[in-house]
């Protein structure tokens, strides 16, 4: 049975940024974190993979390559996680006892949920799409080259998602692709959510429906994509406001974004709060029963929308909490709910929305970031991918906060 002082669950952004900062605090040898894939992906990019700006190969790197040299790497699945015994158990037979244990396992995809959503290998044949896996989001690209005309549909699930942008990002960028190529005046584009808005935070709402009302985009609120018959080319929608009720619609180009929910290693076990998500402080990080435990990003029930932005703010507090958790002192810095979501409208604009608990906007910039800009669209393209392999997964990025304190000096 193998013990380490700090044992990190998941290889993802959280786990790689926090085994990082611990190892700095702690010393390699004293770390391990567990995640079974082979390459770790920075997800982001696959909005720009989806509409054939970047390369899919672009966006992974080997595992092996991120984890901090020295740091213990089982290559395996968590099966288990035993809070009363501080005990965590693996697909490949292994029992890990740890001191501190970091949860960082992220959000589970249920493509599944979808009936009739055919095999992957025929989603080029049946033009479907989905930037949200990586074995899915070339054929996003595959589906916008072989559009011809007729309706490209964009949905949104009927449960949390990550980045809660990115489903209306790519049919921003399917406009213009189409308007590119000559398409777009055959082409009908459809955005059906299940939300009852276009977007969370109104100040950025109010931009996206001028954006939508000013290209001809049709948005159908409350829309859930249920099922989808292929051969039919037809995507069968619940209207969420009259359950039982539905409505097909033919489609020419369909991107999928799947039900997402609680990762099943947390949803079984105590650490779980009653909707399955990782029970935590919202402050602190710090788990709400085992003060042991702390969890960080999309697997907990922080209630903040779920980004690699937010993951990044989140990893500085943690690191802060662990430290005064060590020193048997009580956690003192509070995280605010920062998260953000780069609201790509074009191939070359961005509206780069900020916001935190209180669902204010909290921008890092001293202008109106609901504008659409292109310094905003080269940040998001070619700055963001160095930071995050650089900085936030080196555990050197702890989000933009004190560059907002330095932008804002002398204005509020
Ligand atoms: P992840 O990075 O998903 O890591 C979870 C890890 O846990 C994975 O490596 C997984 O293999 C591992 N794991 C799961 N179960 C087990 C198990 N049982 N045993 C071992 N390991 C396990 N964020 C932004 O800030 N800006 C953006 O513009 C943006 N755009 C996005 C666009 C798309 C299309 C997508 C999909 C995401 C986007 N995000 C964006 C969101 C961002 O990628 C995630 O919020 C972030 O990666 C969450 O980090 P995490 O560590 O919580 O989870
Ligand atoms: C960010 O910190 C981050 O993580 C590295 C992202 O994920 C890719 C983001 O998309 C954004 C917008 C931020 C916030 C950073 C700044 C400079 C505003």
Known sequence: KEHYKVLVLGGGTGGIAMSARMKRKLGAENVAVVETSE????????????????????????????????VKWVKSNVREIDPD?????????????YQYLIVALG??????????????????????????????????????????????????????????????KIMYLTDAYLRKTGKRATANVMYNTSLPVLFGIKKYADALWEIVKNRDIQVNLRHNL??????????VFENLDNPGETEVFEYEMLHVTPPMGPNPVIKGSSLADEGGW??????????NKYPNVFGIGDCTNLPTAKTAAAVAAQSSILDRTISKVLKNEMPDTKYDGYTSCPLVTSYSKVILAEFDYSGQPLETFPIDQSKERWTMYHMKADVMPHLYWHGLLKGFWGGPGPIRKIMHLGMK
């Open 39 to 70: 390459m770790h992906y920075y997800q982001p990019i696959w909005t720009l993979v989806g509409a054939g700006v970047k390369s899919a190969a672009s966006s992974g790197r080997p595992t092996a390559s991120v984890i901090p040299p020295g």
């Open 85 to 97: 015994t501080n005990t965590v158990r693996t697909d490949n037979g292994m029992e890990i006892s």
């Open 107 to 168: 959000l589970q995809l249920h493509y599944e949920k979808i009936k009739g959503l055919p095999e992957i290998d025929d989603w080029e044949e049946f033009k479907i799409g989905s930037n949200y896996s990586v074995l899915t989001v070339e054929k996003t690209w595959r589906a916008l080259q072989n559009f011809k005309e007729g309706n490209a549909i964009f949905s949104f699930p009927n449960t949390p998602v990550k980045c809660a942008g990115a489903p209306q």
């Open 226 to 235: 249920v099922e989808v018959r292929a051969n039919k080319q037809e995507a």
């Open 278 to 287: 990782l029970d935590v402080n919202k402050e602190t990080l710090q788990h």
